[in-house]
């Protein structure tokens, strides 16, 4: 699995932090997405799935 | 729509036909209002709330609204892009989960001592008046810095901004109200500066600016999240057999309780700045929409057996009980949080907790929710 992140889409509702926290994190300047992990294992994949769903502005993109 | 008496918690049953027969129709909204297009299903809510060509501006004559009123910049739910987008940004840092989080310990000693008033008050006693109402009244206050002692003040004032059957006037001058008194915040903090998000904002923007700001999410931060935990409560009460579930696994049972509950009744207003294909239908430019949250967290096609409250609902957290786009709720995290540490702790501490007498409802207001809960314990 492959992830990126599109940083000027993001709005920092922070699911995906909540979701999938070994994957996804904020800036601490502005809580906008940092990408900690864009070849999560197996395990994660699920969380990744589902942050990449529920994240209001389509800044995850996930691609197997 | 209204609801079912007997079903105060689940939305009118007529919305279950709409999805099923017309999911994006035409409906009139009476009293001058303009007709608009009313959103039943949660994959049509979610393709009109992500699009790009649809304005949150209540002054709009197409906005599907009775009461047509300007909101200056700070309120920025009702802004579109630029303007939504600078202020959310001064914004994004305070409501980020890791700061979030670290108001957990803080907001559990704020029950504590809510309930503890409420007990030595003595059964039965109103629990949206003693609990649900100065929780999240007490967070939020503490969060921006606004004494909870003008609480009787700012609560009045929200409760005219949410409310369905007041005028755009009346709307207008809750809005100045408040505004004013934060303003007068404002200027105070630059002055003697804490460490509070009033100081923050008053550094970051113009007074004016800042207090609208300010004003926003002290309305928006309490009013919304104390329905919430007064339905929350009332779901629980219905369905006691489910209570381990919320105690053992708050995270999840929560995520289910707003899909279920989904306050925002009366649903996301949008008016298309162009054509918007959805659903088989085109949305013209220049017409309103109405996405309704609560009927989009019933979709069957998303949640099987949606009626039925299931804490341990594997995808509940797809609900749009926040809305969907980029106005999604900007203080989930809070309100998340705040219902994580209240719901589960309120049953811990008074295990007994029971409904003493009639549960009366905010039905016109945008946010559903209890407006007077006797309770015994």
Redesign the interface.
Known sequence: MKVSVDVPRC?????C???APAVFD?R?????VVLLDSSPPPALHEGVR?SA??C???AIHVTS | MARENDAPLDPPRQYARFRHESPITRISLGSGAPDAWLVTRWEDARTV??HSATSTDMSRPAFPTRSHVAMPPGFFLFQDDPVHDVF??VL???????K?EALRAPTLEILDGVLQRMVSVGSPADFVEHVALPLPSLVISELLGVPYADHEFFQHHSRVLIEGTVTGEQKASAQQALSDYLEDLVVRRLREPQDDLITRLGRQLSTRDAADVGSFLLFAGHETTANMIGLGVLAMLQHPEQLPLLLENP?GAIEELLRYLTIAQSGLGRVATSDIPVGGVTIREGEGVIVMLNSANRDEAVFPDADVLDLARPNA??HVA?????H???G??LA?MELQVVLPEVFRRLPALRVAGSVTYKHTAAAYGPARMPVEW
């Open positions: 709005v920092a509702s922070g699911q932090v909540l979701i904020q601490d300047d502005d809580g906008l589902e769903l529920v209001p502005a389509a | 709330l992500a959310r940004k994004t840092r305070e409501f980020m989960v890791k979030i995270v957290r797809q926040f809305g969907y786009g980029i999604q709720c900007l989930q995290p998340r």
